[in-house]
């Protein structure tokens, strides 16, 4: 899909979705918009998840060095404590095994 772009010199010209896309992250990041704001703008464009993942990129990079190493250890915590929620759950219905006498081996 294009977008149809009217310059300063009065041309006319098509612009894809990806690079329109761009260029409102990119617009909306120097004009301080959070990265949130940002991530919920780049969900809703009509891109393909690679795309979406590209700009997200180009929007993190955008971000100061403190603010980077925050977000990931923030991540980091989230995806640790969410892979011991589900290793408790899946601890919780694996069935009881039961141990079988010496030698002999359970059926």
Known sequence: MTVVALLVSGRVCRVSDLIHC???????????????????????????????????????????QSTQLRLAKEMLALVSSVSKVAQAASNRRAPARRSAPAGRSVS
């Open 22 to 64: 761009q260029d409102v992250v990119e617009r909306i990041l120097r004009d301080g918009t959070t990265l949130g704001d940002v991530e919920v703008y780049i969900e809703r464009c009509p891109l393909d998840d690679i795309e979406k993942a590209g700009l997200w990129m180009l929007a993190w990079a955008h971000q100061d």
